[in-house]
């Protein structure tokens, strides 16, 4: 953990102490540990064995909206049930959860905070800069829906787990979702019954999550603004399409906050909520350094039905290394690879001529498994607070709603999810839009740019697949693999007379791709062709890694996510008679085609390269000829001199 994350830590723990002194009695019974079941054992027996030794920390099951509803057996949503949280866990009682046979995982909870920061606030109209609504072409997109006409009547929903909204703000009140199953019959609104059954009494407009299960209510008013800001964005957005013959575009209101904080049990919880009951889209305008289990357990399952956005957060971070920085940090759950991860643009540009805002964590490589996937408007934003106010906020928080909005207006187009499931609507809104010139490195010299939301580009565009390398494998051929990745490892460098097999994992942007052929071919240092290897098969169709955007040719990994090996690898052999060392060259030409266009029948044709150094045999090898040819030929120099 690097010096920023331990200060972020050290705030976040601060801010829950005060927290918690102030509220100590209900402090006492919050979960302090999260754990997983392996599959097909049962809670009863270890909780009864634990909570005779720790008899205040028996495990209560989580993720109730997946227990309450009928989850299709095998799906990630069925996987929730195997959760549960633990209350009053000292470290003698975690460590006897984390050692029992029959727990898969162990965590405990984890922190986030809301991104944004005020910036100005004033009751003229006119003062009131609504720049962002002709950034992301939003009216365009309203002209082609009015021209063109809409696909769907039903309304798409789109979930704001936040700090609550004031849902009877006159500019988000029209927009708000009603829960049917507490206002479809006459007399069943606020008659203080849970009238549908999903636990929460008089959820009309949502819930409240945050803190101990006894708090937890059906009302998600916002006491604290956030959240209101966050919905005011979307609201904005509905009202100036609703007039184009588009179907409606709802908020759902679920408040996961105490005290500007977020637990990742209370995240998982809200986002349970949010798919339960029809979310099409989840915003999250919030983060932090740790990842989760629980909470990206709850979002993928999620995303079996809903297309998830979230904040990239506002530490002006880099998520990976390699862009000329030593500080790279992470956010979550932005940083998922199944959430579309949204940095902040402004209006203006720098002096450098990028529009990425100072302030914004920023992605540093494109098409991998930690991306922060897109810009969108996120500095001087004017929306609504609570009490009828308005403000001019900056921050991510602001830029994530933007993108959310956009990807209901997709889903609004393409409303079969069968057909259209999440990952096309993710890729029409993310890689359809212009690019952007978004940050200058510090060299001076090498420019990071960013696809900018564009809400009619997401309607028209058809992107084409992209497909990058995450990484290639080089082993000693072998007929059958091991259980782990140590009794494999991979070859750092080659030898001549090995046999060698190769696996690649390919990022593949929203599983956009299909149908993805590969063929290898290699050249040496002076790009010439080789003669002295011998491919066995070097060509392969590979299949998609399941809960991730890659594809591999078959590779198979440990329950430590080491890459144990390929069940369909590339094989060549290399000749026995190489003298020096060489580098040689992979070339994998790629072939693919696209998932989601139907009528598009257009194959994708794209190249990608990497390498590794061939040695020559070791002397002691008899099979390296070179080296015996050359000891024969310094005997014979030798007598000669003799004579």
């Known amino acids: 953990m690097n010096a920023i994350s331990r200060l972020h830590t050290v705030i976040l723990t601060i801010i829950l102490s005060l927290v918690s002194l102030s509220a100590s009695a209900s402090a006492a019974n919050q979960p302090t540990l999260l754990i997983k079941l392996k599959s097909g054992h049962s809670i009863a027996q270890l909780d009864q064995q634990l909570s005779s030794k720790y008899l205040d920390s028996s495990a209560k099951p989580m993720f109730k909206q ?354 259209y499931p999440s990952r096309f609507v993710v890729n029409q809104v993310i890689n359809s839009g212009p690019v952007l010139p978004a940050k200058l490195l510090s060299d001076a010299t090498t420019l990071i740019e960013y696809r900018q939301l564009d809400a009619h580009a997401a309607l028209t565009a058809s992107p084409q697949p992209v497909l990058s390398l995450d990484s290639h494998y080089f082993w000693k051929s072998r007929t059958d693999l091991p259980n782990d990745a140590a009794s494999n490892p991979p070859l750092s460098s080659l030898t001549a007379g090995q046999s060698v097999d190769i696996g690649l994992l390919l990022n593949n942007l929203n599983g956009q791709a299909n149908d993805i052929k590969v063929t290898l071919t290699a050249v040496d240092d002076r790009n010439q062709a080789v003669g002295w290897i011998r491919w066995q098969q070097n060509q392969q169709v590979l299949t998609s890694r399941d809960g991730h955007f890659q594809a591999s040719n078959g590779l198979r990994f440990d329950a430590s996510n080491g890459v144990i090996g390929s069940e369909q690898p590339f094989r060549f052999s290399i000749a026995d008679t190489i003298d020096s060392a060489t580098t040689l060259t992979f070339i994998a030409s790629i072939d693919a085609g696209n998932q989601f266009d139907p009528n598009n029948q257009y194959r994708y044709p794209s190249q990608l390269t990497f390498r590794v150094t061939v040695k020559p045999a070791p002397h002691s090898n008899e099979s390296g000829g070179a080296f015996w040819w050359s000891t024969l030929a310094l005997l014979l120099m030798r007598l000669y001199r003799r004579r």
């Open 66 to 419: 997946a227990r309450l509803r009928h989850a299709k057996p095998g799906s990630k949503t069925a996987q929730l049930k195997r959760w549960y949280s633990v209350s009053n866990c000292d470290q003698a009682c975690i460590e006897q959860w984390r050692s029992n046979p029959s727990v898969e995982w162990v965590e405990t909870p984890v922190y986030r905070t809301l991104d944004s920061t005020s910036s100005n606030t004033s009751s003229d109209e006119q003062s009131k800069d609504r720049w962002h609504i002709d950034a992301i072409k939003l009216r365009q997109a309203r002209d082609w829906l009015t021209q063109n006409g809409a696909n769907n009547d039903q309304p798409i929903v789109i979930a704001v787990i936040d700090s609550g909204v004031d849902y009877s703000h006159s500019k988000i009140a029209p927009y708000m979702w009603r829960n049917p199953g507490e206002t479809a019959v006459a007399g069943y609104e606020n008659d203080g019954i849970d009238n549908d059954g999903n636990g929460f009494v008089d959820d009309v407009y949502g819930a409240s999550v945050a803190g101990l299960i006894a708090d937890h209510s059906g009302d998600p008013m916002d006491s604290q603004g956030h959240g209101t800001h966050v919905a005011g964005i979307i609201a904005e957005q509905i009202a100036l399409l609703k007039d184009s013959g588009i179907g409606p575009i709802r908020i759902m209101a679920i408040n996961a906050t105490k005290a500007g904080i977020l637990s990742s049990v209370d995240i998982a919880e809200a986002v349970d909520y949010a798919r339960a009951n029809g979310a099409d889209i989840i915003n999250m305008s919030f983060g932090g350094l740790e990842p989760s289990q629980a909470e990206r357990e709850a979002i993928e399952a999620a995303y079996e039905s809903a297309v998830l956005v979230a904040s990239a957060g506002n530490n002006g971070r880099v998520n990976a290394a390699g862009c000329q920085v030593q500080a790279v940090q992470k956010y979550y759950p932005a940083a998922y690879p199944f959430v579309i991860g949204v940095m902040s643009s402004q209006k203006d540009p720098n002096p450098s001529g990028t529009y990425l805002y100072k302030g914004s964590n920023w992605d540093c490589n494109p098409f991998d498994d930690v991306e922060y996937s897109i810009m969108a408007p996120g500095v001087a934003i004017w929306s609504t607070l609570p009490g009828e106010r308005e403000a001019s906020w900056n921050g991510t928080s602001m830029a994530s709603p933007m993108v959310a909005g956009v990807a209901a207006l997709v889903r609004q187009q393409y409303p079969d999810k069968q057909e």
